[in-house]
Nanobody
């Protein structure tokens, strides 16, 4: 049974930082590409960052230079470091994994999802 559990969300002021964590169980962590999606009210779920096997990374243009995705194999944990936060970063953030080693931007291509963690940025 694959489980993904996000944590680290919260309320921050614009310009601040957060680090989101995604703890995983099962064999998904070392053999699957993983990503962070976000979904704001009334908007589609979008991929903001992803990491393949081995460790090629992808970032959406809107977060390039501010977000950093990383994985700690010893802890089976995926991270998303968010810096220079903006009000438009406000969303529910989801961790996801797919049965494949390559990154794809399509949410439908990801097979496992966490429950999400809310990030709110005040101006």
């Amino acid at each position: 049974q694959v489980q993904l559990v996000e944590s680290g969300g919260g309320l921050v002021q614009a310009g601040g930082s957060l680090r989101l964590s995604c703890a995983t169980s099962g064999s998904v962590f070392t053999s699957n590409a993983m990503g962070w999606f976000r979904q704001a009210p009334g908007k589609e779920r979008e991929l903001v960052a992803a990491i393949s096997i081995p460790t090629n990374t992808y970032y959406a243009d809107s977060v390039e230079g501010r977000f950093t995705i990383s994985r700690d194999n010893s802890k089976n944990t995926l991270y998303l470091q968010i810096n220079s936060m903006k009000p438009e970063d406000t969303a529910m953030y989801y961790c996801a994994a797919r049965r494949g080693v390559a990154v794809t931007t399509k949410a439908a291509s990801y097979d496992y999802w966490g429950q999400g963690t809310q990030v709110t940025v005040s101006s």
